[in-house]
């Protein structure tokens, strides 16, 4: 028999039970026979066509049924401990049975094997670094130490902040999916690997999936779901070598191989970035301003502008001052600096590259002397929409206006955002001659292989350079 749930038979004295007590109760569909909890269940009408009708042995102490209660299942948690027999019935066993249909009941007990199966790989991992470990006193370091000895070092050498966001991103994946605990000595091309397809069939944005008791949600993605892109999983495999080759060349893992080398990922080829062309370069331009409590309708319009004319970052222009306006050798330039006179920026420039002048073009001046006039000191965009650290340092630059310009760019192409703009600038560029030399030092860049990803091919000017040819 199933013992029953203790209920308050007195409404007058209701007292309130605690959340551990409530557990500690909860026996639904749960007994204790020979040391271990068994999970009992009576099949509902809508699933009985499934499982076969099993009548009890008729004995002299077994009475005549008076009424036919249909099959129930029976079966051994093996665990005396009522926390995890619970934790069995809630998280696997009562989600297949609450289904409404047999094809839902079997697609839900799909579901859940699949899933135990990725824990199940999980804690392969964790017992193979228990076994292997040399003593109880050992001090091999774990994986989270390691990740976390080397984000203390890289935080203190690199200046862009999305560096240091990549590689903590890269040290949750990695500790959330192979075990914050496993020894960091233990780990081997094989657990890349099956971290690789793990990853591989997840969706994106998983990480911000609800953890159930400090464990990632590994549930492949559905099919209406977008997976991570192949490439974004050869930069996490990357960075994780990155942490071993770090690790081990500053002696702080005793093995010299690296187990994220040879983990090979077939990258896919991407598209060049798709310049704005024809009407849709006003469109861009001329978008029509939604009231906004975090950025205000100047930003909106002007931004745009600036970023058409002068192909800087968006990082680059929302923390302009008008201090950053100087003149060299007669010419006007936007001063695009690291950290410069923004005494309240934690803002970094991508590269080193990024430090440069960019001269104010005739077509954007009318425009600067508008936004001067309105602000002629401190920020040309004061209210831009980024955002702030509890010290009210910036720490993502125009970060909503950026998010809901790119969202209404799609709408008119789904290949624009805000960033096609530094295409757009040196496509023009290009087709009008300018040597790739100076097209680096206007854009930023740091290398002649960021510029290819920029130039959209124009086949006319293609054919002016074949027919050069003689």
Not at 77 to 94: F, G, S
Not at 333 to 362: F, H, N
């Given at each position: 028999m199933c013992p029953k749930r203790g209920t308050i038979k007195s409404?007058?004295?209701?007292?309130?039970?605690?959340?551990?007590?409530?557990?500690?109760?909860?026996?639904?569909?749960?007994?204790?026979?020979?040391?271990?909890?068994?999970?009992?269940?009576?099949?509902?009408?809508?699933?009985?066509?499934?499982?076969?009708?099993v009548r009890p042995r008729r004995t002299e102490k077994t009475p005549t049924p008076k009424k036919d209660q249909g099959p129930r299942i029976?079966?051994?948690?093996?665990?005396?401990?009522?926390?995890?027999?619970?934790?069995?019935?809630?998280?696997?066993?009562?989600?297949?049975?609450?289904?409404?249909t047999i094809i839902e009941l079997v697609e839900t007990a799909l579901q859940k094997i699949e899933k135990a199966k990725i824990e199940l790989d999980r804690?392969?991992?964790?017992?193979?670094?228990?076994?292997?470990r040399k003593d109880p006193e050992s001090t091999e370091i774990t994986i989270r130490q390691l990740c976390d000895y080397f984000l203390q070092h890289y935080r203190k050498t690199r200046k862009a902040r999305g560096s240091v966001g990549k590689f903590e991103s890269t040290s949750n994946a990695f500790c959330g999916i192979l075990g914050p605990g496993v020894s960091a000595e233990n780990i081997s091309k094989e657990d890349l690997i099956r971290l690789r397809d793990i990853l591989l069939s997840l969706p994106s944005g998983w990480q911000k999936r609800k953890k159930v008791l400090e464990n990632f949600d590994l549930a492949e993605a559905t099919p209406d779901e977008k997976t991570i892109n192949p490439n974004t999983v050869f930069r996490e495999i990357g960075r994780i070598k990155s942490i071993f080759?770090?690790?081990?060349?500053?002696?702080?893992?005793?093995?010299?191989?690296?187990?994220?080398?040879?983990?090979?990922?077939?990258?896919?080829?991407?598209?060049?970035?798709?310049?704005?062309?024809?009407?849709?370069?006003?469109?861009?331009?001329?978008?029509?301003?939604?009231?906004?409590?975090?950025?205000?309708?100047?930003?909106?319009?002007?931004?745009?502008?600036?970023?058409?004319?002068?192909s800087c970052r968006i990082g680059e222009l929302s923390v302009l001052k008008a201090e950053d306006l100087i003149?060299?050798?007669?010419?006007?330039?936007?001063?695009?600096?690291?950290?410069?006179?923004?005494?309240?920026?934690?803002?970094?420039?991508?590269?080193?590259?990024?430090?440069?002048?960019?001269?104010?073009?005739?077509?954007?001046?009318?425009?600067?002397?508008?936004v001067l006039r309105r602000f002629p000191s401190g920020y040309l965009f004061p209210n831009c929409g980024h955002c702030y650290d509890k010290d009210g340092k910036i720490f993502k630059a125009a970060h909503h206006f950026l998010k809901?310009?790119?969202?209404?760019?799609?709408?008119?192409?789904?290949?624009?955002?805000?960033?096609?703009?530094?295409?757009?600038?040196?496509s023009l560029m290009i087709d009008a001659g300018v040597d790739i030399l100076d097209r680096e030092y206007i854009l930023g860049h740091k290398s002649d292989r960021v510029q290819r990803a920029y130039t959209v091919n124009n086949l006319q000017r293609l054919l002016a350079a074949v027919n050069k040819i003689t």
């Open positions: 409404a007058s004295k209701v007292r309130t039970i605690t959340e551990t007590e409530d557990m500690a109760k909860d026996t639904r569909n749960l007994y204790f026979k020979d040391n271990s909890w068994h999970f009992d269940f009576r099949v509902p009408s809508r699933l009985r066509a499934l499982f076969k009708k029976r079966h051994s948690l093996n665990t005396p401990v009522l926390k995890e027999a619970q934790a069995l019935r809630d998280k696997y066993l009562m989600p297949i049975f609450a289904s409404s804690n392969s991992i964790n017992l193979k670094g228990f076994l292997s080759d770090f690790a081990i060349n500053d002696s702080k893992l005793v093995r010299k191989d690296n187990p994220a080398s040879g983990v090979k990922i077939e990258k896919v080829d991407v598209e060049s970035k798709i310049p704005p062309q024809g009407e849709n370069i006003e469109k861009l331009c001329n978008m029509p301003y939604r009231n906004s409590s975090t950025y205000d309708e100047h930003a909106w319009r002007m931004l745009p502008i600036f970023a058409r004319f002068s003149e060299k050798q007669g010419v006007l330039c936007l001063k695009i600096t690291a950290v410069g006179k923004m005494e309240t920026q934690r803002q970094k420039l991508k590269t080193s590259s990024s430090e440069r002048l960019v001269p104010v073009s005739d077509k954007l001046k009318p425009y600067l002397k508008e809901d310009y790119n969202n209404h760019a799609k709408k008119i192409d789904p290949r624009h955002s805000f960033h096609c703009w530094r295409s757009y600038g040196n």
